[in-house]
């Protein structure tokens, strides 16, 4: 199965600063149709997880710009410019491209 | 507008059954798969398998085979989840989600299912 690294596994931050996490794929996730189906989650305390960017950098319906996905291959970056206080929770990074789909371990974000 | 809406909380012994659901509202049930998803009290989430809305066919993780039924009832767009058999380790939440084939992603997910087993 394909291991997704997150880093850091908690990101202290100032709130109105970036944050940053990485997550790297122990193969490729480049699918033989040339799409990479890499996507990150956010999940609120007590809430379900919700899908902020798929396809490494689309952001979905109504997710602030703030929200900024990169990466290829087997290296991937979520950045949040100006961190607010409903950004905070766990990020988790996905991976749809092999079989079986895995989660990442999470990154809980919190205030410094 | 799209929702999943699961079943509510269940507490049950080992060795029992249950069986959520997942109800599908806002678009046409069967033109999206539905993936199921674990997460243990404070873990992470952990993919479990899915099925075809459209033909019935599950499929599931090989950690989830054996005891893990995933079952469709289209004519009221719920989508089933039964766990026999129930070991302590079973209990999570669970949640149901619309994978988006096209972007492959879930983009619609049920409030959870919080599954208690205690003797």
């Known amino acids: 199965d394909v291991v997704l690294t997150q880093t850091p596994v908690a990101q202290p931050v100032t709130l109105g600063d970036q944050a940053s996490i990485s997550c790297r794929s122990s193969?490729?996730?480049?699918?033989?149709?040339?799409?990479?189906?890499l996507e990150w989650y956010l999940q609120k305390p007590g809430q379900s997880p919700q899908l902020l960017i798929y396809?490494?950098?689309n952001r979905f319906s109504g997710v602030p710009d703030r929200f900024i996905g990169s990466g290829s291959g087997s290296d991937f970056t979520l950045k949040i410019s100006r961190v607010e206080p409903e950004d905070l929770g766990v990020y988790y990074c996905?991976?749809?491209?092999?079989?079986?789909?895995?989660f990442g371990s999470g990154t809980k974000l919190e205030i410094k | 507008q799209i929702q999943l809406v699961q079943s509510g909380p269940e507490l049950k012994k080992p060795g029992e059954s249950v069986k959520i659901s997942c109800k599908a509202s806002?678009?046409?049930?069967?033109?999206?798969?539905m993936h199921w998803v674990k997460q243990a009290p404070g873990k992470g989430l952990k993919w479990m398998g899915w099925i075809n809305t459209y033909t019935g066919k599950p499929t599931y993780a090989d950690d989830f085979k054996g005891r893990f039924v995933f079952s469709l009832e289209a004519s009221a767009s719920t989508a089933n989840l039964q766990i026999s058999n129930l070991k302590n380790e079973d209990t999570a939440t669970y949640f149901c989600?619309?994978?988006?084939?096209?972007?492959?992603?879930?983009?619609?997910w049920g409030q959870g299912v919080m599954v208690t087993v205690s003797s």
């Open positions: 193969q490729s996730l480049v699918h033989s149709n040339g799409n990479t189906y």
């Open positions: 996905f991976q749809a491209t092999h079989d079986p789909p895995t």
């Open positions: 396809k490494v950098s």
């Open positions: 806002g678009y046409t049930f069967t033109d999206y798969a």
């Open positions: 989600a619309r994978f988006h084939n096209n972007w492959g992603s879930f983009d619609y």
